[in-house]
């Protein structure tokens, strides 16, 4: 492990020092000034889960300023620049079911009349980042978003998860793409301490690469100190049909071993101080103007299912098909998937999509069945302003229909129905 990490490093290094026959994206630098960019994106959002089974509904809605302001590159052979990131929110409402991962929670153990936690009022997070930039490779240090497949930021709730250190990519080689980096903090989308996962060390390494217009590769490794270390591979591939349709297949995967040391609550391991877990998908899509049909497969295999956010690894660390409001990834389950997308630009209403999908998992071990199964109808409408005033204006409104048999309602999550309602509106300052 530590020679393949020394092996992506040097790899890194090296490319930087290569001269190429493209353009060096750093000879094209305006200045700190003139390449300088702000925008900020304002989100209403509301999350609710009706959940059956005995347990507690939860029900969040928020108003929030994401703000991102960041300057070019100095001129020269190296150039330097800095930029902000951050966010401010406040509740709508009493939010006394306030959970999902959207509104930070009082953790003084206070409670209201009906027994719920106490949700922030309002609250503000964010960090800054300095830069630098050599030919074609960049250098960033500081509070990032990630979005890397065994290492991405969760930002499917009101506001970002956060991770601080230090990120290197680089692209001096055409068609490649190398990225290094080591993180050392950790903060989830509705927590108000910089480092409230307690991540302690998270070194990532990895690289993707465009063979053709048809043909592109990647993997990526993640040494998550006593937590887990994770390998992740793709490889896609789009076939051109007659009349403008596409014929694309995708493959990916995972390997996951744990460390002695890392949290075993989400576990259903039959041996924790020995957990490993592989998972991988195949998946094939039809595309013709407004349609695209998708079929995938997914299965999992190793003594526990695929965990991913309470290891300090990303919340959103799951580039795979079977994922919605369920991943569909339980101890040894088997999944399949259909969905169909419909693009209405071609019926008179550009910037009008909608998404349907039905999943399907079984043979799920469980503590106390074999053959556990779940399910979930999955709907999703999203309309984004074309132009005028409001241009890139949108609003999304998701549904999910989940639910599953007893024995894996008791060890993932209760029969649950999902209703998701994001209004995103972005203004750029220069």
Request: glycine content about 10%.
């Amino acid at each position: 492990m530590q020679n393949t990490k020394k092996l992506a490093l040097a790899v890194l290094v090296q490319t930087a020092l290569i001269s190429t026959a493209f353009a060096s994206e750093q000879s094209e630098s305006k200045g700190f000034v003139e390449d300088a960019e702000g925008s900020v994106l304002f989100r209403t959002g509301y999350l609710s889960r009706d959940k059956k089974n005995g347990e507690a509904d939860t029900s969040s809605a928020a108003q929030s300023a994401m703000v991102k302001i960041e300057s070019g590159y100095t001129q020269g052979i190296v150039g330097f620049g800095v930029g902000v990131i951050g966010d401010g929110s406040f509740k709508l409402g009493k939010n006394n079911h306030a959970g999902n991962q959207m509104i930070p929670l009082h953790n003084d153990g206070d409670k209201d009349a009906n027994g719920h936690v106490d949700a922030y009022d309002h609250w503000g997070r964010g960090g800054g980042i300095v830069k630098a930039r050599i030919s074609n490779t960049e250098v960033r240090y500081g509070t990032q978003v990630l979005d890397l497949p065994v290492l991405a930021s969760n930002t499917a709730r009101m506001v970002p998860e956060y991770f601080e250190g230090v990120l290197a990519t680089s692209r001096e080689i055409n068609g490649l793409e190398l990225t290094a980096g080591k993180f050392t903090k950790n903060q989830y989308s509705d927590q108000i301490k910089s480092d409230g996962n307690e991540l302690d060390r998270a070194v990532v390494w990895g690289a993707k690469y465009k063979f053709n217009d048809q043909i592109n590769a990647s993997y990526y490794g993640l040494d998550s100190k006593n937590a887990l270390e994770r390998h992740y591979i793709n490889t896609n591939y789009v076939h051109p049909l007659a009349n403008n349709s596409t014929l694309t297949f995708d493959f990916s995967g995972y390997h996951t071993e744990w460390d002695k040391e890392a949290d075993t609550s989400y576990s259903t391991a039959t041996n924790d101080d020995d957990r490993s877990n592989n998972i991988w998908a195949i998946s094939g899509a039809y595309n013709q103007g407004a349609h695209n049909v998708m079929l995938a497969y997914q299965q999992n295999t190793g003594n526990t299912g695929y965990a991913y956010g309470w290891n300090a690894d990303g919340g959103q660390s799951i580039y795979l098909p079977n994922s919605y409001l369920s991943d569909f990834v339980g101890n040894h389950e088997k999944s399949a998937q259909v969905q169909y997308s419909l693009d209405f630009n071609e019926y008179g209403i550009p910037g009008l999509s909608w998404t349907t999908a039905f999943v399907y998992g079984w043979d799920i071990k469980t503590s106390t069945k074999n053959d556990a199964q779940e399910r979930e109808f999955f709907n999703q409408v999203k309309y984004t302003v074309q132009s005028g005033f409001a241009k890139d204006a949108s609003l999304r409104v998701r549904h999910s229909y989940y639910r599953a048999d007893d024995a894996y309602n008791t060890d993932y999550m209760a029969d649950t129905n999902e209703w998701r309602i994001w209004l995103d509106i972005p203004v750029k300052f220069f």
